[in-house]
Antibody
Framework: QITLKESGPTLVRPTQTLTLTCTVS??????????VGWIRQPPGKALEWLAF???????RYSPSLKSRLTVTKDTSKNQVILIMTNMEPVDTGTYFC????????????WGQGTTVTVSS | SYVLTQPPSVSVAPGQTARISCGED??????VHWYQQKPGQAPVLVVY???VRPSGIPERFSGSNSGTTATLTISRVEAGDEADYYC????????????FGIGTKVTVL
C-alpha cells in the first residue's frame, strides 16, 4: 500500500525559506517510473502544481515558481524534500505531496497535506 | 500560461446526473485526469486518462474527452458526491508542466 505523509513547520516568517518533507512508504524512490510531486492549495482556492522529482532525479518545476523551488530526494530515508525560498503571505496554504501514476501523468495517491502559514 | 476552464459550480438533485466540463483549445489531444476533494481532505483521483476509473471508484463516475472539452459525468448522484472536482492535464509537448483546472463545486440539492 502506497502512503505519503508531509511534515514541516506550520508557521514561517516572510522572506524565510520553507522546507517540507514527504515521507513515503509502499514503494521505493529509485524504481524506474516512480515520481513524487508537490501541489499546494491556498485557503478556499484551487490546486496548484509546484514540482515533480522522478526516480532518475529528473526534476520539473512550475514555471511561475521555478526560481524559488528546489526538490530533492533521499532514497535511503524514503523522503522527498521541497525547498521554497523567500516565502510571502500569499504562499499560505496546504501543501500536498503525491505519487504519480506509473503509466500516466496523474496523481494516484496523495498525502494528507500540511498547512503552512506565512506571517510575521 | 496554460488554462483549464471549469464552471465554478454545478447543482444537481439526488439521483440525477452531474456533468462537469473542463475546457481548453486542444484538450482532446491530451490525457485528462479528475480529482474529487471534500472539505478538509486531500484530493482523490476518480478518473485518469480521460475515462479510466481507479480501483475502488464507483462506476457512477465516468469521463470523456474530445476537441475542446473534457467532461466528468457523475450518474445517480448521491449526497456523498458533494465536493470540489478538479481536472488536470500534463502539457508534455512543451514545458512538461502539470496544470489543474480552477475547480467545480458540486452541490447536491
Amino acid at each position: 500500500q502506497i502512503t505519503l505523509k508531509e511534515s514541516g513547520p506550520t508557521l514561517v516568517r516572510p522572506t524565510q525559506t520553507l522546507t517540507l518533507t514527504c515521507t513515503v512508504s509502499g514503494f521505493s524512490l529509485n524504481i524506474s517510473g516512480v515520481a513524487v510531486g508537490w501541489i499546494r492549495q491556498p485557503p478556499g482556492k484551487a490546486l496548484e502544481w509546484l514540482a515533480f522529482i522522478h526516480w532518475d532525479d529528473d526534476k520539473r518545476y512550475s514555471p511561475s515558481l521555478k526560481s524559488r523551488l528546489t526538490v530533492t530526494k533521499d532514497t535511503s530515508k524514503n523522503q522527498v524534500i521541497l525547498i521554497m525560498t523567500n516565502m510571502e503571505p500569499v504562499d499560505t496554504g496546504t501543501y500536498f505531496c503525491a505519487h504519480k501514476g506509473f503509466y500516466y501523468h496523474g496523481m494516484d495517491v496523495w498525502g494528507q497535506g500540511t498547512t503552512v502559514t506565512v506571517s510575521s | 500560461s496554460y488554462v483549464l476552464t471549469q464552471p465554478p459550480s454545478v447543482s444537481v438533485a439526488p439521483g440525477q446526473t452531474a456533468r462537469i466540463s473542463c475546457g481548453e483549445d486542444n484538450i482532446g489531444g491530451k490525457s485528462v485526469h479528475w480529482y474529487q476533494q471534500k472539505p478538509g481532505q486531500a484530493p482523490v483521483l476518480v478518473v485518469y486518462n480521460d475515462n479510466v476509473r481507479p480501483s475502488g471508484i464507483p462506476e457512477r463516475f465516468s469521463g470523456s474527452n474530445s476537441g475542446t472539452t473534457a467532461t466528468l459525468t457523475i450518474s445517480r448522484v448521491e449526497a456523498g458526491d458533494e465536493a470540489d472536482y478538479y481536472c488536470q492535464v500534463w502539457n508534455g509537448y512543451t514545458d512538461h508542466v502539470y496544470v489543474f483546472g480552477i475547480g467545480t463545486k458540486v452541490t447536491v440539492l
